[in-house]
Nanobody, 115 residues
Framework: QVQLVESGGGLVQAGGSLRLSCAAS????????MGWYRQAPGKQRELVAV???????NYADAVKGRFTISRDNAKNTLYLQMNSLKPDDTAVYYC?????????WGQGTQVTVSS
């Protein structure tokens, strides 16, 4: 059974930074395509970043140049470094496979950016 547990969210002022973590079990991240998603209040969940098994990355236009997706194969953990945060980045952030989901959506981690 695949489990994905997100952490690292919090309240930060605009312009600040946060690093999110996604601890995985039941799946080997180094051979999987993984993504970070987010869902803002009243909006649909959206994909913000993807990392392939080969380490290639891709980002939504809204976060390009500010967010960095990475993974630690030894820790089997996925990360999202978020810099220059904006109030529009406020959302619950989730990790999961892409395009195929590996697990049910967890609780995610709340990121709140104040102006």
């Amino acid at each position: 059974q695949v489990q994905l547990v997100e952490s690292g969210g919090g309240l930060v002022q605009a312009g600040g930074s946060l690093r999110l973590s996604c601890a995985a079990s039941g799946i080997i991240l180094s051979i999987s395509v993984m993504g970070w998603y987010r869902q803002a209040p009243g909006k649909q969940r959206e994909l913000v970043a993807v990392i392939t098994s080969g380490g290639s990355t891709n980002y939504a236009d809204a976060v390009k140049g500010r967010f960095t997706i990475s993974r630690d194969n030894a820790k089997n953990t996925l990360y999202l470094q978020m810099n220059s945060l904006k109030p529009d980045d406020t959302a619950v952030y989730y990790c999961n496979g892409h395009p195929r989901l590996f697990a049910s959506w967890g609780q995610g981690t709340q990121v709140t950016v104040s102006s």
